[in-house]
C-alpha cells in the first residue's frame, strides 16, 4: 500500500530489496568484492591529493597500499546516482525540490542551513564509516549477507544513531 503523502508509485521494497541481494551476489562473483562504497571518500581524496600535493600524498601509509584510482568503487558510486535518478523518475518520485515541507516546517526556508546540514552529516558519515571498516551498504548488505558479527554490530548502531538523531530533529 502506497502512503497517501507520497507523489506517486514507489518501487516494491522487496522487489529492490531481493534486486540488491542478486547485486550482492554477482558482485561477490564477478569480481570477488562486497558492495561498499566509503573507499570511494578515499579514492576521491587521493585523486584530490595527486592534484594538490602529489608529493604529500605520495607518502601516506594509504595511498602506499591503496594508489588513487578510479576503480569499481568510484563507478559503483556513479551507478547509485544514476540508479536513484531512475528509480525516482519511474517510481513518480521525482519531485525537483531543494527543501521538502517537513524541513520547511522544522527549519525555514533556508537552502544555505540544508546545503550546510546535508555537508556535515555527510561528512560525518564519512568519518564514520572509515572508522566502522565500512559504511551502511558495506556493513548492512554485503557484511550481514556473510554474517558477519562486527558488521550486525555496525548496522544496529546505524540504526539506534539514526533514531536518536531524528527524534528530536523532527520532532515538532
Sequence with gaps: MIPPDTAGPAWSPYLVGAAIGVLSWLTFYVSDKPIGASS????VAGLLGKLIA???????????????????????????????????VTGGEFTNEWLPPMWVARFGDSIALRAAVAF?????????????????SGHGISGTLQLSVGSWI??????LGGIAVAIPLFKL
Design 40 to 43: 570511494f571518500y578515499a579514492q
Design 54 to 88: 602529489p608529493r604529500r600524498t605520495g607518502t601516506l601509509t594509504y595511498f602506499k597500499d591503496n594508489p588513487p584510482r578510479i576503480g569499481w568503487e568510484f563507478v559503483f558510486v556513479a551507478a547509485i546516482v544514476l540508479g536513484s535518478v531512475i528509480a525516482a
Design 120 to 136: 556535515g552529516g555527510g561528512l560525518l558519515m564519512a568519518i564514520g564509516a572509515r572508522l566502522a571498516g565500512g559504511c551502511t
Design 154 to 159: 555496525a548496522v544496529i548502531c546505524f540504526f
